[in-house]
């Protein structure tokens, strides 16, 4: 499953850098598909709808940092544990227990976003 941050955050940023995807955004500002992924063509969502790869999406929280679930691999093919969790002052990146994916279309995934 995807990692989520909770409304535990205290928006002190520390996760941001350390996601190898770049699936954490700042509350309140959009995200994309192509930002640290080597994603170029045409994307197809979790949510099935299809998306350009610098199309800029509607921010999935405004008041806290937040995780792009298109994004998460819950750092599968990089690091043995979520980073993001691994560096929270405050134990809020916990898993998204709405977003249930196994390691093996975790690291499918990775691959898609890597290719
Ligand atoms: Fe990024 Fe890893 Fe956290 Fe997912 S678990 S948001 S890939 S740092």
Do not use: R
Not at 24 to 44: A, L, R
Not at 88 to 102: F, G, L, Y
Not at 103 to 115: I, N, P, Y
């Amino acid at each position: 499953m995807a990692i989520k941050i909770t409304d535990a955050c205290i928006n002190c940023g520390a996760c941001e850098p350390e996601c190898p995807n770049t699936a954490i955004y700042e509350g309140g500002m959009p995200w994309n598909m192509q930002e640290g992924t080597s994603v170029q063509s045409q994307f197809e969502l979790m949510s099935g709808s299809t998306v350009n790869p610098s199309e800029n999406l509607d921010p999935i929280s405004n008041e806290f940092y937040y995780i792009s679930p298109d994004k998460c691999t819950e750092c599968k093919g990089f690091h043995d544990e979520p980073q993001c969790a691994a560096v929270c002052p405050v134990d809020c990146c916990v898993p998204n227990e709405k977003i249930i994916e196994t390691e093996a279309e975790l690291l499918e995934k990775q691959k898609k976003l890597h290719s």
